[in-house]
């Protein structure tokens, strides 16, 4: 590689020049930042500007380049520099947008853009240019573990766009519970009927797909790999092993739907006239079009109530309650297209929907005035009891409009079960504790990673997926979830999920065939490089990778499957020994950034806050804040870091030994509605952090001398008071003592 | 079982309702919100807000319906028609009831707005004009003679004020003025009865 040459851009644009000496920006990168060349430009992104930095780059083979001007996040485009290590100052959002512009502020506005430009150079000086993952592989294959809607759908999208696709069924025929549907809830204008499921059609084109290979009565007896490079073990019922080599995979396992037998309240099992809604689809299939019989005698059935929610929102359940506690989202719309059933067939069928609240969302709400239409009748009521009496069922209920308990009788009861994710394992439970298991937990993918052998669950059992900011991402690099395996959905939604776990399998393979990293940091080209010799085999990033990308070795040394890797630096901020690295991410990127600020003395009152902000939501925060304008403390200097997990102790450690007055942490909500972008990373940052105090007490400093916060990408407002905030409390415990040691 | 003996939470009564209530085929699309029950500027003097009468319907309550005097206590504000989010003609359905149910004879005895009404379209017909001063002297004496006198004497002043303006005709009491060709009225009025008990099921 190229000797390393260094330059600094400082721009007066956007008002910089006014603000600040960009002249005093331009010494400070020459004397101390040691820069090579030092340019200032008037506006750097355009052109002129851009044309500067390419030819320096092209005559003067400049190879790590410090530009001073707005924020990394902006003018991205104009910045582009393919094989040049980048460093950006943030002096516009971070310093003369987020500084009033007063007289008095001046001198502390000019040393914060004179300790940005600092930062810049050491920061660059420790960078690399990243070349791509070395262990890449471009199988562009994909395999979808399940034959349903969702799995057909994934299968179909993918083989469409031209990607070879394998679908592993483990029954005998492709379609799972839609197709023992007679019809579905309608999907097109105007959501009156219900409407033919098209699943035959569906199972027909997969099966006729010249890019799909499907494999019936088959189950997955084992994965290996990584993104790129799975090696995927079908076990058929012959009891041959086929393997298959793939390049990612789409679980789409589906549900199974609550076992209504638990319900013996609400006369499951009493009377062959309580079935649930699957019992009622075959009972109507059954009569093929003649008047649905009563199963005890088959006499013609002329009254069903539907009863919804059953064995569903439980609110028991957090206290140790029987039944699912979550909604299935489906079971309403589902219940009226059933009532339908009779009612199309004869509206004089009375048909009566048991509801406490009728969730039909967006479309549904014409599908459900469409059944009012017909007549169905829907109750507000919550079910006591179904008892059986000869042929007939007796439904006790609350009438909750009119606040008294009745009775109807009814030829058939059809209990609105909910759906049971088929998640496989749950790898959280101690083997122990399975060992003691009666009926023991199948794995659906068996992984064959460190970490366990399926996806990890969020809460009730589904796979671990972010419902709202990234829906098909699992903690398992190369591997989506779709339909109901990741939360209840209906078809219509289990549809629109598996297209769009179809595309992001595609973008994996795409990535992994170019060594890039996937989501959030997708494109990334930089990956985690381990230095083994120093390494104590503590097992930290091992058990701490929220991505099961490291596997260990024989000798317990950790294994980097870097295709599996999402670049968050969980494992370098775990590591004790500060092994781990990125090539433009390090301990030494941050830590060197840390110690190159200028520390003003114990007596100047100018203390110095070091923040640690998450690029994912806490830095554009404090961007958008100074965009609005809204000012905070000249005192702090703010670090972008990937991700809160991605903060090796040693950063704290190292700007308290400095000088630093305080650090403030700020990272994303944790949690079972967690919003960090890599899961896991700001808990584990959370849980290290919660040792830090003795480390600050060793130290014989005050503990809120560092703090953590949760910050959202929406708290523009509240990021600069808790900064303000921060700083005063600062002041009030007075400066460090421990300046001018370092 | 009688004729119109309801089995609770079937549609019997529903049926009944959408067949011989003017609106009533709206009944079954009410979704329960309570927007007009809150909206309702009355709503404190009814036994039962529209909601709760919806509910009724389809719960087989039919005696309890047809002999409340809830949705004779509907002013005909328009407050819960405009606010309705399934767009019910909730005041038109009320009136439906109310009339349905004084049709059969259930609607609770002596209840005021049902007199009141029942005094003013018998006065109307008579003559196809109200006669304001028999219809007021029927208000005032509905209650017994004594209380009529009270009454009378109560109005005194506004209705020598009347009187003064020339806005009462003493004379009226007499039989008052009517419309041209009184009886071409009664047959219309007798053919639109017929036209209506034959939709309602009251036709012999």
């Known amino acids: 590689m190229a000797e390393m040459k260094t330059a600094a851009y400082i721009c007066s644009g956007c008002g910089i020049g006014e603000r600040v000496s960009t002249a005093q920006m331009a010494k400070v990168a020459q004397k101390e930042g040691k820069m090579a060349l030092v340019r200032e430009h008037a506006c750097l992104c355009d052109e002129s500007g851009v044309q500067a930095i390419r030819d320096d780059i092209e005559k003067e083979a400049v190879t790590h380049i410090v530009i001073a001007a707005c924020s990394r996040r902006a003018k991205t485009e104009a910045f582009n520099f393919p094989g040049i290590a980048m460093s950006r100052a943030n002096i516009r959002e971070g310093v003369i947008w987020s500084q009033p512009d007063d007289a008095d502020r001046a001198e502390t506005t000019q040393e914060m853009a004179d300790d940005y430009?600092?930062?810049?150079?050491?920061?660059?000086?420790?960078?690399?240019?990243?070349?791509?993952?070395?262990?890449?592989?471009?199988?562009?294959?994909?395999l979808v573990v399940g034959g349903g809607v969702s799995g057909m759908t994934a299968a179909l999208e993918m083989a469409d766009a031209g990607y070879d696709t394998v679908l592993v069924e483990k029954s005998a025929a492709l379609g799972g519970w839609s197709a023992q549907l007679v019809k579905r809830v309608p999907s097109k204008q105007p959501y009156a009927d219900p409407a033919d499921t098209g699943i035959a059609e569906l199972a027909a084109k997969v099966s006729g797909h010249k890019h799909i290979k499907v494999y019936l009565n088959a189950v997955i007896a084992q994965t290996n790999g990584a993104p790129g490079r799975f090696s995927v073990d079908i076990a058929q019922e012959s009891g041959a092993t086929v393997t298959e080599e793939v390049g990612a995979l789409i679980q789409a396992t589906g549900f199974t739907p609550y076992d209504m037998m638990q319900l013996p309240e609400?006369?499951?099992?009493?009377?062959?006239?309580?079935?649930?809604?699957?019992?009622?689809?075959?009972?109507?299939k059954a009569a093929n079009g003649s008047p649905v019989k009563r199963p005890s005698d088959d006499g013609e059935v002329k009254s069903v109530v539907f009863i919804q929610c059953a064995g569903q929102r439980d609110e028991a359940m957090e206290s140790g309650g029987r039944h699912l506690p979550y909604c299935s989202g489906h079971c309403c719309a589902t219940s009226i297209k059933q009532a339908m059933y009779f009612k199309d067939a004869n509206p004089d069928i009375d048909t009566m929907v048991m509801y406490t609240d009728l969730r039909v969302p967006g479309t549904g709400e014409d599908f459900y005035r469409s059944g009012q239409q017909k007549g169905v009748i829907f109750t507000k009521g919550k079910t006591a009891s179904v008892e059986a009496s000869g042929n007939a069922c007796k439904v006790n209920f609350k009438d909750l409009i009119l606040n008294e308990d009745a009775t109807i009788e009814a030829d058939l009861v059809v209990l609105a079960t909910g759906m049971v994710a088929n998640?496989?394992?749950?790898?959280?439970?101690?083997?122990?504790?399975?060992?003691?298991?009666?009926?023991?937990?199948?794995?659906?993918l068996n992984l064959n990673y460190r970490q366990g052998k399926d996806m990890p669950q969020l809460k009730n059992g589904f796979a671990d997926s972010h419902f709202i900011c990234f829906p098909y991402e699992t903690r398992r690099t190369g591997i989506y979830a779709a339909g109901p395996v990741?939360?209840?959905?209906?078809?219509?939604?289990?549809?629109?999920?598996?297209?769009?776990?179809?595309?992001?399998?595609?973008?994996?393979?795409?990535?992994a065939s170019l060594g890039r990293a996937a989501h959030p940091r997708a494109g990334d080209l930089s990956y985690p490089i381990v230095r083994l010799e120093g390494c104590t085999q503590c097992k930290r990033c091992t058990v701490e990778c929220p991505f099961g990308a490291i596997d260990e070795d024989e000798k317990r040394f950790p294994v980097f499957n870097e295709s599996r890797c999402r670049r968050c630096g969980t494992c370098m901020g775990a590591c004790p020994v500060r092994v781990i690295s990125f090539e433009n991410y390090s301990v030494d990127t941050v830590g060197m950034q840390i110690k190159s600020v200028d520390m003003p003395d114990e007596f100047s009152e100018k203390p110095r806050i070091l923040i640690l902000a998450c690029e994912n939501d806490a830095y554009p925060a404090l961007d958008m804040a100074g965009m609005q304008r809204r000012s905070y403390s000249a005192f702090v200097r703010i670090v972008p870091v990937r991700c809160l997990g991605s903060v090796n102790t040693i950063w704290i450690t190292d700007a308290l030994n400095g000088g630093w007055d305080g650090v403030m942490m700020m990272g994303c909500k944790k949690g079972d509605d967690y919003q960090c972008h890599f899961v896991k990373g700001s808990e584990m940052a959370s849980y290290r952090m919660s040792k830090v105090d003795d480390t600050l007490k060793q130290m014989g400093l005050e503990t809120e001398r560092v703090a953590s916060y949760e910050v959202a990408i929406t708290d523009i407002e509240r990021v600069p008071q808790l900064i303000d905030e921060y700083a005063a409390k600062i002041k009030e415990i007075g400066m460090s003592p421990m300046k001018g040691f370092a | 079982m009688s004729e119109h003996a309801v089995a609770p939470y079937r549609n019997d009564f529903l049926r009944e309702v959408e067949k011989n209530v003017e609106e009533g085929h709206w009944v079954k699309m009410c979704m329960q919100c309570g927007v007009c029950a809150g909206s309702c500027p009355l709503g404190n003097a009814w036994a039962h807000p529209p909601q709760e009468i919806f509910m009724m319907i389809r719960a087989g309550k039919r005696e309890e319906v047809l002999t409340s005097d809830s949705m004779w206590m509907c002013t005909s504000c328009y407050n819960c028609i405009v606010r309705c989010p399934r767009q019910l003609p909730i005041t038109h359905i009320m009136h439906?009831?109310?009339?349905?149910?004084?049709?059969?004879?259930?609607?609770?005895?002596?209840?005021?707005?049902?007199?009141?009404?029942?005094?003013?379209?018998?006065?109307?017909?008579?003559?196809?004009?109200v006669n304001e001063l028999t219809f007021s002297l029927a208000l005032y004496f509905k209650d017994g003679f004594v209380q009529g006198i009270k009454n009378a004497l109560g109005m005194q002043s506004?209705?020598?004020?009347?009187?003064?303006?020339?806005?009462?005709n003493p004379m009226?009491?007499?039989?008052?003025?009517?419309?041209?060709?009184?009886?071409?009225?009664?047959?219309?009025?007798?053919?639109?009865r017929e036209i209506e008990d034959r939709k309602k099921g009251f036709s012999k």
């Not at chain 1, 219509?492 to 393979?509: L, N, P, S, Y």
């Not at chain 2, 349905?100 to 004009?129: D, E, S």
Request: contains cysteine; glycine residues 10%.
């Open chain 1, 266 to 284: 609400l006369g499951a099992g009493k009377s062959p006239n309580v079935v649930d809604q699957l019992g009622l689809e075959k009972l109507v």
């Open chain 1, 423 to 444: 998640s496989g394992m749950n790898i959280d439970i101690p083997e122990e504790e399975v060992a003691k298991m009666e009926v023991k937990p199948v794995s659906i």
């Open chain 2, 158 to 168: 506004i209705g020598l004020g009347l009187m003064k303006a020339k806005r009462l």
């Open chain 2, 96 to 129: 439906g009831l109310a009339n349905y149910a004084h049709r059969l004879g259930l609607a609770p005895k002596g209840q005021p707005t049902q007199a009141t009404a029942t005094l003013f379209w018998n006065n109307l017909i008579k003559k196809g004009r």
């Open chain 1, 486 to 511: 990741r939360r209840p959905m209906d078809m219509t939604q289990a549809i629109e999920d598996a297209t769009g776990a179809a595309m992001k399998a595609i973008q994996a393979v795409e990535n």
């Open chain 1, 117 to 142: 430009v600092r930062m810049g150079c050491a920061e660059v000086k420790k960078m690399k240019v990243p070349e791509g993952n070395p262990n890449r592989a471009s199988n562009k294959r994909i």
């Open chain 2, 172 to 192: 009226e009491i007499l039989g008052g003025h009517g419309v041209k060709d009184q009886s071409g009225l009664q047959a219309m009025i007798a053919k639109a």
